[in-house]
């Protein structure tokens, strides 16, 4: 019983994570690999050596000691190439940006507390990947990735909450819970434990086929060992708690996320709270919450809405259903009569809902009725009038209404910036589709220029290195385009898609196509070097099996 009280790596806990097909094939691959009735079952293989040829040259994980950092962050990498290549990962930057401004607190008050070393610090990835399912969830992966699933983002009531959840997703990792599980699965080789979590993700993604061959075998059994303790449990509370509290969040947040989903579970178990089956709400854990909360503050600034999360919550509730029918739900609720007699929050809420669901019906019309109403409504809340200011744009260049879009981010304070690397990355984003919705010359290069700055510091972002590479072919520089586009697909760990178009941009090269021959001498020896770099990551991720 009290083995299942684990969260992070069951495939309970991350049921929800909707994986694209490729990933079903990664179960037929387990199958094959192991070539037992039962092929998830590390525990039935626990005692027996994996005949893979590579396993002697492998960086051992069952020799007692945790598993190494880097190790680690290799399995991550392998787990996380998988989940950006599903469709129902979402990069949006609104909602990023967002999580971002919660996340990154967390990090420093982490790193300040010592709870962060600088080698994990260093070694591992600390990135949020977003994912349009609608249900309850939240999770931590090996290397530093962690799940956020829209549905959480639209069930809590403020930030505050929010870094509750992710403060203990984040402390389950620098505490190294992760490394110790792996650690137990004994000679499993990483290559077989990534194919296992990405296997459980899959089957449990489809309800008929991926559930009939791994529900009801040693399956299920071989997944709970990748539970975390009861005692894991408790110190990622504790020191979520710390951290969070320390990042300047009201404690009461881990209190009311706490009743949250207390009220949930008593609601409904329908699936809808992966999050609460994994983590269960035991008595235990919620006496320690309150008794952590400071005296004299009896719930006090508790569950405030703010306007800002209140929109925020409206857009993951459009992103994680954009059907008709939903966006229409959604435009009514925004007409019903009681609305004006609500809480502002709340009607923040409902007209963001509508606008941004009008704006995707591409009635624009409507969108600016609702958009004008929210922005009466939050003029005095700074945070609230970006929010309704980076709408009012990305409804403009929807409606291919350029000048409009212009004049927002013109008039925003950030709209203008000169540097790429400080600005906010929505604001940044949708001056570059301006730039790019209204043709060539001195607006794309300018954003190619705001967009270089920012991938500099930021050589991650997949989508900036995409949108580079769009600026710069709209400018005629396909040499570049095409490098950028490589570094796209290396930010999404996809070494081989990079290597193919490092080696098309060298072949542009040689047939002298690309223009300007001194600039290509300098565009020249960065792909190379950029090709012999990602070739060996390539080597080593092909080595990892
Ligand atoms: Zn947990």
Redesign the pocket.
């Known amino acids: 019983m009290a083995r299942n009280t684990?969260?992070?790596l069951t495939s309970k806990f991350i049921s929800n994570w909707p994986l694209a097909p490729v990933n079903r094939a990664v179960v037929a691959i387990v199958l094959v690999a192991t070539g037992v009735a039962a092929p998830l079952s590390l525990q039935a293989q626990a005692g027996a050596p994996v005949s893979t040829p590579l396993s002697t040259q492998l960086p051992t994980l069952g020799d007692g000691s945790d598993m190494s950092s880097s190790a680690e962050r290799r399995l991550g990498d392998r787990i996380a190439r998988e989940i950006f290549r599903d469709p129902d990962y979402i990069d949006d930057p609104v909602l990023a940006d967002y999580v971002q401004g919660i996340w990154q607190p967390l990090l420093a008050a982490a790193r300040a507390r010592g709870d962060l070393s600088p080698e994990l610090d260093e070694r591992f990835a600390w990135e949020i990947m977003l994912g349009r399912d609608r249900t309850v969830n939240a999770f931590a992966l090996p290397g530093g990735y962690f799940g956020v699933h829209l549905g959480l983002i639209a069930i809590v009531s403020n930030r505050d909450e929010l870094a509750s959840v992710l403060g203990?997703?984040l402390s389950?990792v620098t505490q190294r819970h992760i490394s110790r599980l792996i650690s137990k699965q004994g000679q499993q080789t990483p290559w077989l434990i990534g194919a296992m979590i990405l296997g459980a993700l899959a089957a449990s993604k489809s309800p008929d086929a991926g559930n009939a061959l791994i529900v009801g075998g040693q399956a299920v059994v071989a997944q709970n060992q990748l539970n975390?303790s009861r005692d894991?449990?408790r110190e990622?509370d504790r020191v979520g708690y710390g951290v969070m509290t320390q990042a300047g969040f009201e404690p009461q947040g881990f209190v009311s996320m706490f009743d949250k989903l207390q009220q949930a579970s008593r609601l409904n178990d329908n699936g809808a709270y992966p999050y609460l089956r994994?983590?269960p709400l035991t008595s235990e854990r919620m006496a320690d919450m309150q008794s952590r909360q400071p005296l004299g503050k009896p719930g006090a600034a508790s569950a405030a809405a703010t306007l800002e999360h209140a929109m925020i919550a409206a857009r993951a509730r459009v992103l994680s259903n954009p059907g008709v029918d939903a966006l229409r739900a959604l435009l009514a609720e925004a007409e019903g009569a009681k609305l004006a007699s609500m809480a502002a929050p709340r009607q923040a809420s409902a007209l963001y809902g509508a606008a941004l669901a009008a704006s995707r019906l591409r009635d624009f019309p409507r969108a600016k009725l609702y958009l004008e109403r929210l922005t009466a409504l939050v003029r005095a809340d700074e945070r609230a009038l970006r929010l309704s200011r980076w709408l009012d744009a990305e409804m403009a260049l929807s409606a291919g209404d350029a000048p409009r879009a212009a004049a927002v981010l013109n008039a925003s304070p950030g709209g203008r910036h000169e540097g790429g690397a400080d600005a906010r990355r929505p604001e940044l984003f949708l001056a570059v589709q301006l730039a790019l919705q209204t043709g060539q010359g001195a607006p794309a290069g300018e954003a190619a220029q705001r967009l270089q700055s920012w991938v500099a510091a930021h050589p991650r972002d997949a989508q900036a290195w995409q949108l580079l590479s769009s600026a710069y072919a709209t400018q005629g520089q396909s040499l570049r385009a095409i490098r950028a586009s490589a570094e796209t697909q290396v930010a999404l760990l996809d070494y081989p898609a990079a290597v193919d178009r490092f080696k098309a941009a060298q072949d542009l090269l040689r047939q002298g196509r690309a223009g300007d021959a001194a600039a290509d001498h300098i565009e020249a020896s960065i792909i190379d070097t950029r090709k012999r770099q990602v070739e060996l990551l390539l080597k080593e991720q092909t080595l990892d099996r």
């Open positions: 684990g969260c992070i203990h997703e389950h975390f894991m449990e990622a994994s983590h």
